[in-house]
C-alpha cells in the first residue's frame, strides 16, 4: 500500500522568541517492509543552520536554528512510502523467553548485541511500581517469547483506558501503570518496561497509522495524530511490532517513522527556545492512501 503522509505542527508563541534550536523526527526510514519515495520538510521561517543527518537508531533526523525573533513557526513535512504487508508469523514457533534472554547474556553476533541495548531502563521506562509483575503473568516457564508478548499486548489494551486528558508527554511509565489510562505512547511504555522487567529486549516504535472515518461520513484531513507502538526481538523473526492501542499486529496501515528505547530518543520535533513565554502548539496529521491510477499525487494539491 502506498501513502502520503503530512505532518503539519505549528507553534504560536505569546512573546517573541528570540532563538530556537530543534530536532525533528519527521521523515519515514527505510525498513525491510517499508520503501520511502521522497520526503521533505518545510519550515515557514528561513533558519540559520540546517542538518539532516542519521541519529544513534539509524533514524533520519534533522537539526536546524532559528536566529532573528518570531512568534509563530510552522514545520511541515510530507512524505510518500510504500508498506508492504508483514509475513506472516505463528507466534508458538518463536524461541521460549527464557532462551532468548539467556541467549543475550552472551551474544555473539551484531544482531544480537544490537537488541542488548533495549533490555535495558531508559529515562522514560524505569519504575518502581509492579510492572514488573504485571508483565510477568503473560511470561509462564517455556512459553514462547511472542506469544507472551501478544498476550502481554492483548491484556494492555484490556485493561487501560485510551484517554488523550490524563497524561501528557512527560507522564512517568509508573503514573499511567497508577491510574490505567494514557495515549499510544504511554501503552508503549507500559509494554516496554514490563518486557524488559523481565530480561528481554523491547523498543519504542513511532510513527503513523491510516484511519477510516465512520460509514458514511467523509475523511477529515489535519485531523490525526503520530501513532506510537513497541517492538519485541523475538528469534527466528527478528523483531515483530505490537500495538496495543488497537490490539493488533502492526501491518500495512503503519507507517514507521523511528525507533529508540522511548519517546525521548525519537520526539516528532524537539527543541530549546530563548523566550516565548506561554504557548500553544498545533499537530496535524494525514495519512492517505495514494492512488496508482491517479496522475495527482495528494502533495501537490492545495492545503486544505
Known amino acids: 500500500m502506498e501513502y502520503f503522509v503530512r505532518h503539519r505542527t505549528t507553534y504560536r508563541y505569546l512573546q517573541d522568541v ?57 514545520v511541515l513535512a510530507e512524505s510518500r512510502v510504500t508498506v508492504n504487508p508483514a509475513p506472516v508469523r505463528a507466534s508458538r514457533d518463536s524461541e521460549p ?28 521506562t524505569s519504575f518502581e511500581s509492579d510492572i514488573g ?30 484517554d488523550t486528558t490524563v497524561t501528557d508527554v512527560s507522564t512517568p511509565v509508573d503514573r499511567v501503570f497508577e491510574i490505567r489510562a494514557g495515549v499510544c505512547q504511554d501503552l508503549a511504555h ?20 491510516l484511519t ?17 507502538w513497541f517492538s519485541v526481538w523475538a528469534p527466528p523473526f527478528g523483531w515483530v511490532d505490537l500495538d496495543p492501542t488497537n490490539n493488533i499486529l502492526v501491518g500495512e496501515s503503519h507507517v514507521t517513522s523511528s525507533w529508540g528505547r522511548d519517546y525521548g530518543d525519537v520526539a516528532p520535533v524537539a527543541g530549546i527556545i ?8 498545533e499537530v496535524g496529521v494525514d495519512v492517505i492512501p495514494v492512488d496508482p491510477n491517479s496522475p495527482e499525487l495528494p502533495y501537490l494539491a492545495p492545503d486544505n
Open 190 to 209: 507500559v509494554a516496554i518496561a514490563a518486557m524488559r522487567a523481565m530480561g528481554l529486549p523491547a523498543r519504542y516504535v513511532s510513527g503513523y497509522l
Open 212 to 228: 477510516e472515518p465512520p460509514p458514511g461520513k467523509p475523511r477529515l484531513l489535519g485531523s490525526d495524530a503520530s501513532h506510537a
Open 97 to 124: 523467553w527464557e532462551e532468548v534472554r539467556a541467549r543475550l547474556e552472551n551474544p555473539q553476533d551484531d544482531e544480537e548485541r544490537d537488541a542488548v541495548q533495549y533490555l535495558f531502563d531508559s529515562p522514560m
Open 274 to 281: 530563548l523566550g516565548g513565554h506561554d504557548h500553544v502548539v
Open 133 to 162: 509483575a504485571y508483565g510477568a503473568v503473560s511470561f509462564p516457564p517455556h512459553r514462547p517469547i511472542l506469544s507472551g508478548a501478544i498476550e502481554l499486548m492483548n491484556r494492555i489494551h484490556k485493561d487501560f483506558r485510551y
Open 18 to 74: 528570540s532563538h530556537s534550536w530543534h530536532l525533528a523526527h519527521l521523515r519515514p526510514r527505510v525498513t525491510p517492509l517499508q520503501a520511502v519515495h521522497d520526503s521533505s520538510i518545510t519550515l515557514s521561517l528561513e533558519p540559520a543552520s540546517r542538518v539532516a543527518r542519521e541519529d544513534y537508531f539509524h533514524n533520519p533526523c534533522e537539526l536546524f536554528s532559528i536566529d532573528r525573533p518570531h512568534t509563530h513557526l510552522e
